[in-house]
């Protein structure tokens, strides 16, 4: 089992930035694949950034591309999303996820993940 905690979301003003930290405990998870996604009010969970632990290889949605920095901290076995440039339409409930199963390229779908947090309350005010 592998448990996930979110924590670093809050208000900020548009244009300011958070960052999100997910920290990971539980089985062995240095093969796993790590996500953030978020989900606005009325919307779909959508897919934000992707990191392969044990490469660091990442990848980002369209939407956030050169705003948002997915990183990993092996020694706190931490997963960090780092945001900046922060708009309204990022105003959503953010969660981090892993992948067990490490596939051909980093999921990006909320159904290839298999263990999720709690999520934390990201507000952008205009």
């Known amino acids: 089992q592998v448990q996930l905690v979110e924590s670093g979301g809050g208000l900020v003003q548009a244009g300011g930035s958070l960052r999100l930290s997910c920290a990971v405990s539980?089985?062995?998870?240095?093969?796993?694949?790590m996500g953030w996604f978020r989900q606005a009010p009325g919307k779909e969970r959508e897919f934000v950034a992707g990191?392969?632990?044990?490469?660091?290889?990442?990848d980002y949605a369209d939407s956030v591309k050169g705003r948002f920095t997915i990183s990993r901290d092996s020694a706190k076995n931490t997963v960090y999303l780092q945001m900046d440039s922060l708009k309204p339409e990022d105003t959503a409930v953010y969660s981090c996820?892993?992948?067990?199963?490490?596939?051909?390229?980093?999921?990006?779908?909320?159904?290839?993940?298999?263990?999720w947090g709690q999520g934390t309350q990201v507000t952008v005010s205009s």
């Open positions: 990191i392969r632990w044990s490469s660091g290889s990442t």
């Open positions: 539980g089985r062995t998870f240095s093969r796993y694949d």
């Open positions: 996820a892993a992948d067990r199963t490490q596939k051909f390229r980093i999921p990006t779908h909320r159904d290839e993940y298999d263990y």
